[in-house]
């Protein structure tokens, strides 16, 4: 069977309305507003977002090590803004392909996928299934937050949950759950930065166990890797 990510780069893809691809603003003190994938009505945005973010939210990644390609397109200080439109009411799974093709085009990027062998979390369902409650607001309702100490959303796939516990557990964590829609919950737990005895709350295995019904598994196998054998760090222009 052909992989989902050969597919991908063989398949063409209805191109965009319009689209801007920009370097990103210059960072500022310790605080910088960053989008790493936002899709509304139809318009995808990223804002001061790595090369490797744009391609983690293209390609469905969770975490950086699903990629290897020159330095540069995972270093903070280079950074981009993308703007596409398309018809509001084309499906997330149709804007996907067209964002990699837009990706591809303006950075000019040669890329091809292997596996890889790595350590890292499978993120499952628990033995005594889900305990997620299915989200009821828009797109334009979303809210959230990730925290030191918990993930709050009202609107959240399985594979961005998977990718902000890739932070929190600093190993790749996989989206294995099957699950596919958007869900809302409130996880918390301890925040590792405070002394041991001063951690209020369980660990965050624990918390995704009990309070979500789902778990993570310690794994170390073949990882599929998106390889980028060229990039431009300069995208083509508008």
């Not at 370097?23 to 605080?31: A, C, F, R, S």
């Not at 939210?57 to 981009?80: E, N």
């Not at 828009?138 to 990730?146: D, N, V």
């Amino acid at each position: 069977m052909m992989p989902v990510y050969a597919y991908y780069l063989q398949a063409p893809a209805p191109a965009f309305d319009a689209a801007t691809v920009k370097m990103g603003g210059p960072v500022e003190g310790d605080l910088i507003y960053i989008n790493t994938g936002k899709i509304l009505n139809g318009v995808v945005t990223l804002a001061n977002a790595t090369l490797s973010d744009c391609l983690k939210f293209a390609y469905s990644l969770t975490t950086d090590d699903q990629i290897a390609g020159p330095d540069w397109i995972k270093q903070k200080m280079v950074r981009f803004e993308v703007t596409a439109k398309a018809a509001p009411e084309t499906p997330a799974d149709q804007l996907m392909p067209m964002l990699q093709a837009l990706l591809k085009e303006r950075f000019q990027i040669a890329m091809h996928t292997e596996q890889r062998e790595m350590a890292h979390y499978e993120l499952v369902i628990g033995k005594n299934g889900p305990k997620l409650k299915d989200s009821t607001v828009s797109p334009a309702e979303a809210t959230g937050a990730a925290r030191l100490d918990g993930i709050k959303s009202n609107r959240m796939t399985m594979n961005k949950l998977a990718s902000l516990l890739s932070r929190m557990t600093r190993m790749p964590v996989l989206d294995k759950t099957g699950l596919t829609g958007f869900y809302q919950f409130d996880l918390r737990y301890a925040d590792e930065r405070q002394p041991t005895e001063n951690q209020i709350g369980p660990s965050v295995f624990t918390a995704v166990q009990e309070q979500l019904g789902l778990k993570l598994e310690s794994k170390k196998s073949p990882v599929e890797v998106l390889v980028i054998d060229h990039a431009e760090k300069v995208p083509v222009e508008n």
